[in-house]
């Protein structure tokens, strides 16, 4: 149980909509249904049934939703707190890593952002570089070990050149998770020039009962991008999160 689960519940529980819910925090539908099913796992409880077009807390939802009120509140009241002049400024924990991404030859690393996570992708040709870029990103999302590749589908990403390229391939990575439903685990770059890249991604479509999430990432932005070739490819991506 996080606290981002909780805001979602939250959130749910008082528009009665998973799809305005969604508006309202500016995520995905999916992503939503996503975070309250871990939530629901986590607890080992059912917190909403359907009712005609609406949902319904149900009586263990009702107990939650008591104590997400009292948490959030809290969490103002400390953030107003830690605000006054008279508070002194702590610097911001850096976002976790694994382990396995600091190793010298990894295909990708975790690098420090103030707000957001982000990569240094690594490859000896630039489609490897696109493709272990991919990689990085959806491991800050799940554990790649829990997706099967028993599905491939076709992606297809255009730009103007080649940084908006990379940032448009993993958008739309993205929107193939949060819109189709659908986890990418590998990645085989078909064709790609400095203005069009098609790939083959295979993976699996989301199953709540194996997927737990991790990050909601919400895009790859511009901000530090780069794409440069020393002693093979490198490339810098900052994710919104």
Not at 4 to 12: D, E, G, S, Y
Not at 36 to 55: A, H, N, T, W
Not at 88 to 115: G, L, N, W, Y
Not at 208 to 230: C, G, M, N, W
Request: hydrophobic share 40%; no cysteine; aromatic share 6%.
């Amino acid at each position: 149980m996080t606290l981002h689960q909780l805001r979602i519940f939250h959130t749910v529980a008082r528009l009665g909509n998973f799809s305005r819910a969604a508006e309202e925090l500016g995520i995905s539908q999916p992503s939503v249904s996503i975070q309250v099913g871990d939530l629901e796992r986590s607890l080992g409880v059912d917190l909403f049934e359907q009712r005609g077009k609406r949902i319904h807390l149900t009586e263990a939802g009702k107990t939650l939703e008591g104590f997400t009120q009292r948490i959030l509140d809290l969490m103002d009241q400390a953030s107003a707190a830690v605000r006054r002049p008279q508070a002194r400024s702590e610097p911001s924990p850096a976002p976790p890593k694994d382990t396995a991404s600091h190793a010298e030859h990894s295909p990708f690393e975790v690098t420090e952002h103030t707000a957001d996570v982000g990569i240094i992708a690594r490859g000896a040709t630039l489609p490897e570089v696109f493709a272990n870029a991919a990689a990085g990103m959806m491991s800050f999302m799940i554990q790649p070990a829990l997706v099967r590749p028993r599905e491939s589908r076709r992606v297809v990403a255009e730009a103007e050149d080649r940084d908006a390229l990379l940032v448009a391939w993993l958008n739309q990575l993205l929107v193939l998770l949060n819109g189709d439903g659908f986890i990418p685990r590998e990645f085989r770059i078909v064709e790609l020039t400095d203005t069009r890249l098609e790939a083959e991604v295979l993976g699996e479509p989301v199953d709540p009962q194996r997927h737990q999430f991790r990050l909601d990432v919400k895009a790859a932005t511009y901000h530090l991008l780069e794409i440069s070739q020393d002693d093979g490819w490198h490339a810098k991506v900052i994710f919104d999160v």
